[in-house]
């Protein structure tokens, strides 16, 4: 259920950044929640929508979209597969299945990461930098379906270290991506800012709003695969994020009309397109950064998953050859284990 509440700042609310402020009022139960409601266009100040780094003042209406969530019990660890690559007193680095939500949702109270490190780790070995029982061990986020490495952390001062590396642009993270289409040249760089849909508040978009962020991903091209009698062929590609926006990679690739293949939300193009998939063509193959004790500098790869593998060999012979780039990854893209 969702209701509409009207607050009312004081003047001990002077100065103080939107976010905070409604965190500090009881709005939201944290910054962070603050944070992301601020920037799906469901805070107003005045009667029109700010960032959250909006510095309100004695006297503001701030109104805002409070939504009523079912009680639900303390978060409880369930004995969920975790693959995991590394792990120390600090932090793990696993890969993650696809259909494994990252923490609860209105729609998925259990069965998460979240649920997973609880169970492996206890409750009281995971960080909570973020305030919020339902965040613990988590310090950045795949997709559902995205699948492949990510980190998480045990300890608080683990946890905000990598946070503000993740912030920094410190933590290298490289994803494999399948788009409709051929793309012509090398290498590319898609500098475009990222809000929620206006129309459509599940999706994000390219866009200047006020909730707009700086978005940044980088690309290289490793293979690409003629057409076809239904499709207008396909680019393997190498992508880099120095930003980490909501659906980043999927909503800049559709942006440049070159889709993600197999994405239900922002993919384009007739059921035989998809190569049969049920889920983007999406993963997170390379890690790479500072340990934030130790500083040793570590280094993580996760070849494709089965399913990307077999959507690739079911358009082998259409392989105009690997680029350079991609012969340089060729034991990642299991090139030798095709057909």
């Known amino acids: 259920m969702t209701r509409i509440v009207s607050y009312t700042a004081t003047t001990a609310d002077e100065g103080t950044r939107l976010d905070a402020c409604l ?24 009667g029109v929508t700010v960032p959250k ?49 990252c923490h609860p949702s209105q729609d998925h109270w259990d069965g998460t990461l979240v649920n997973a490190l609880i169970f492996h780790c206890g409750a009281d070995h995971l960080c909570n930098v973020q305030g919020e029982d339902d965040r613990l061990g988590i310090v950045h986020r795949l997709d559902r379906d995205t699948t492949g490495l990510m980190l998480a952390a045990k300890t608080d001062i683990a946890g905000a270290a990598l946070m503000d590396d993740i912030r920094d642009r410190a933590v290298d993270r490289h994803y494999l991506t399948l788009v409709q289409g051929v793309i012509p040249h090398e290498t590319g760089m898609v500098d475009a800012p ?119 060999c079911l358009i082998a012979d259409r392989s105009r050859g690997l680029t350079e780039a991609g012969e340089e990854m060729r034991d990642l893209i299991r090139v030798d284990e095709r057909p």
């Open 194 to 312: 990222i809000m929620r849909a206006p129309t459509e508040r599940t999706r994000m978009a390219v866009g200047d709003g006020l909730s707009a962020r700086d978005a940044i991903t980088t690309f290289r091209v490793l293979e690409r695969f003629e057409p076809g009698a239904k499709d207008d062929g396909y680019t393997l590609l190498d992508c880099k994020l120095f930003t980490g926006r909501t659906h980043q990679i999927r909503v800049h690739m559709n942006y440049i009309k070159h889709a993600c293949v197999g994405d239900p939300v922002y993919g384009a193009g007739h059921e035989s397109t998809q190569l049969g998939l049920e889920r983007q063509f999406l993963h997170s193959y390379r890690l790479e950064f500072d340990h934030p004790t130790t500083e040793e500098h570590l280094s993580f790869a996760d070849a494709l998953p089965d399913d990307l593998h077999e959507a690739l």
């Open 23 to 46: 965190a500090a009022c009881g709005a939201y139960a944290s910054r962070s929640q603050a944070a992301s409601y601020i920037e799906e266009g469901k805070v107003f100040v005045n």
């Open 53 to 101: 780094k909006h510095a309100v003042h004695a006297g503001d209406t701030i109104v805002y979209e409070a939504v009523e969530t079912p009680v639900r019990s303390t978060m409880r660890g369930e004995d969920i597969p975790l693959d995991i690559r590394y792990e120390d007193d600090d932090l793990l680095v696993i890969s993650k299945q696809a259909g494994l939500v």
